[in-house]
């Protein structure tokens, strides 16, 4: 992004929400001591570091819309929404990721509408990190074992025994665990668990849907490694 580009979008629009969310948390607080102000004080310079680090991550990703696109109202509107989960987020990672996501929504050409952006904004919102780390650890199994006249359960069968050590020693959720964190990751859409009577088959074992690679077209994120 050009320095006058990120002037005009960014620090516009960051500035406003930074003047006005030490208000808005005034107002909800109704204060009437000192201690009440001072937390709206420490509120305002809570926010304001998360909009640093989105602003620098943005001048970071070198994007460069043009002033015409910087201009129309659902770049706006997408710069409003994006802030407003970033004034709610304490992962300084996901932070970043709201930026790519958003940089690649000014960019134009990925999102349908201002309402796509935000559904996209949304599954970002609702996972953890850990559950994050967790798909992209399976997609780096799945992106190394294309299926090949597989189906997926095939597929899953037999890397899972890997991905379950994966999981463990790089985000220490143990195996046993797992099937809970992957059915919980399912809300989003972005994985599914395998079902049906194959053979002896006990469940727990599933697959990423396209969403998934849609979504993660959006952040920007280098491809995970192959695993060995």
């Not at 620090?11 to 204060?31: N, S, T």
Request: proline content about 5%; aromatic content about 10%; overall charge negative.
């Amino acid at each position: 992004m050009s320095e006058n580009s990120e002037s005009n979008l960014v620090d516009k629009g960051l500035a406003l929400h930074e003047r006005v969310l030490p208000f808005l948390v005034l107002m909800k607080l109704e204060p009437t001591t000192g201690f009440l102000e001072l937390l709206g004080v420490a509120a305002y310079e809570l926010w304001k570091g998360r909009a640093d680090i989105f602003r620098t991550e943005l001048v970071a990703l070198n994007i460069d819309p043009s002033e015409e696109r910087l201009l129309q109202k659902e770049c706006v509107e997408g710069l409003v929404a994006t802030a407003r989960h970033v004034q709610e987020t304490v992962n300084e990672g996901k932070i970043r990721d709201f930026a790519a996501m958003f940089a690649t929504y000014c960019e134009g050409g990925h999102f349908r509408s201002v309402d796509h952006f935000e559904e996209y904004l949304s599954i970002l919102d609702e996972l953890s990190a850990r559950e994050f780390q967790v798909l992209l650890i399976l997609h780096k199994y799945e992106r190394a074992n294309p299926l090949d006249g597989r189906n997926p359960l095939q597929r899953a069968v037999s890397v899972w025994g890997s991905f379950e050590a994966d999981v463990r020693q790089n985000v220490g959720i143990e195996p046993e665990q797992l099937p809970a964190i992957l059915t919980r990751i399912q809300r989003t859409g972005l994985y599914e668990t395998i079902t049906g009577n194959f053979f002896d088959y006990t469940g727990g074992k599933g697959c990423l849907t396209p969403l998934f690679l849609d979504f993660i077209s959006t952040l920007k994120i280098a491809v995970p490694p192959q695993p060995h």
